[in-house]
């Protein structure tokens, strides 16, 4: 099953109006898909709990660049290097 949208694409909700990025994708059995958008921080300083909405009512704002990630062993350069 994939989804429409990615962790870390900026989104927003059509109905509240809910700007923030995804971190979370959840996959139900039923064909359900819901995605956890975290808000940025509020007026105090401080992060809101994230909101689970579904994916039909969520428009891409921004797209995640894609990073290449280069596997480098770590801190242990002796352990095998795995090829994403």
Known sequence: MKGKFKN???VRDKISGLEGTITC???YMNGCIRYSIQAKLNAEGFFVDAEV???Q????IKP???KIIKPT??????MPKYKL
């Open 53 to 55: 909405i579904d994916e």
């Open 8 to 10: 870390g694409d900026k």
């Open 64 to 66: 995640i660049k894609k």
């Open 57 to 60: 009512n969520l428009e891409l």
């Open 25 to 27: 994708v959840a996959f």
């Open 73 to 78: 062993g770590g801190d242990r350069p002796f």
